[in-house]
């Protein structure tokens, strides 16, 4: 029997609001993280890792560094008739932009007539996790429905924060997508947990081809696919859960295991790196087995110099990027950026520093997110007066300083 063909569509043209000011320059996708990589490069690693080597992705707001992301590292063999390839919004249908992630595919079925796959895959360009997406795959074929929706366990609790997935007695059939409700039931045999949509979905290539065109025609639509796709089919009957619990990724550790993350708020984008330096990391960036990839500048190791009293360059409990040099400064609980050069007397905690960042001699940066580009004064202050820092900066409601991107910090 022939391999069923798959193409790869990844959604990455949300304006990402809530991340601000992080996304005051780039598109949510090409935000920084974990210090080498890019929050894009997690799901097109899944769909490289899986061998699903033809992606398309559709972009839309301030894309410039994120086509050049994926330009520049993301280059598949021609030769095999592979690709990654950014799709602006091309106006194919007239002269408006994407009103919502339904209507991007709508504007773009043109890709999937040229390609002629058996089977769409959707995903989103901003979670960060691990997963084996052939195994999704492979159940939807299996079960002949229109889509296959990729769901997270989550406690019944917080049910009202996400997309709930109700399903049949079969517990897979799909009886109702529910946006945040306050009266979800809980799963059969686990009543504590729901179903939590996790933005990502495979589809039949003539039921997605036929649902968007109809509802292109819906003048009640927000032409959204969670919101307006997905429940139309799942009205037909056409609709099937896939439970991310049984997802088995190769090197998974039994703690990072089903770890999914949505890092849609600055305060999910913080902790989501600290779960990255636990001593067993709740998220594994050392699995070998399922890597995550992405470009590398030409850039010599990290150095560490200094070993003097007051003058000591060293990091603890932290991940530090190729080109930083710590400079008789000290990192605990932070991650450094590719670049990042801690002076004399600097100390950094509990911080997240980007590209290019340059901390001060005897300048204390305490729980910050701080963006590309940005110097930090000799013997100033950040993270120690709340009142200051609000004056000077965004700061999140669990109290995390951001300093956005070039930003000039008085001396």
Sequence with gaps: MATPQVLSMVLAGGEGKRLLPLTADR??????????????????????????????VLTQYKSHSLDRHISRTWRMSTLLGNYVTP???????????????????????????DDRPDHVVVFGADHIYRMDPRQMVDQHIASGAGVTIAA?????????????????????????????????????????????????YVFDTRALIDIVKRDALDTMSRHDVGGDIIPKLVEAGQAQVYD?????????TDRDRGYWRDVGTLDAFYEAHMDLISVHPIFNLYNRKWPIYTGHDPLPPAKFV???????????????????????????RSILSPGVHLDSGASVHDSVLMDGVR????????????????????DARIGVDLEEDRERFTVTPNGVRVIEKNQIIPG
């Design 152 to 200: 997270i366990r989550q406690p019944l609790s917080l049910a009202d924060q996400f997309g709930v997935i109700e399903t049949g007695p079969d517990g897979r059939s799909v009886t109702a997508f529910r946006e945040k409700p306050k009266d979800a039931a809980g799963l059969p045999g686990t009543p504590d947990q729901i179903y939590a949509s996790m933005g990502n």
């Design 306 to 332: 200094f070993n003097e009293e007051g003058r000591r360059g060293y990091a603890v409990d932290s991940m530090v990027s190729p080109g930083a040099i710590l400079s008789g400064g000290t990192a605990e």
């Design 87 to 113: 799709v602006p919004a091309q106006q194919r249908l007239g002269p408006h932009w994407f009103a919502g992630s339904a209507d991007a595919i709508l504007q773009n079925l043109n890709l999937i007539e």
């Design 27 to 56: 598109a949510k996708p090409a935000v920084p993280f974990g210090g080498m990589y890019r929050l894009i490069d997690f799901v097109l690693s899944n769909l490289a890792n899986a061998g699903y080597l033809r992606i398309v």
């Design 244 to 252: 991310f619990a049984d997802n088995q990724v190769p090197g998974a």
């Design 359 to 378: 901390v001060g001699r005897g300048a204390v940066v305490r729980n910050a997110i701080i963006d590309k580009n940005v110097t930090v004064p000799d």
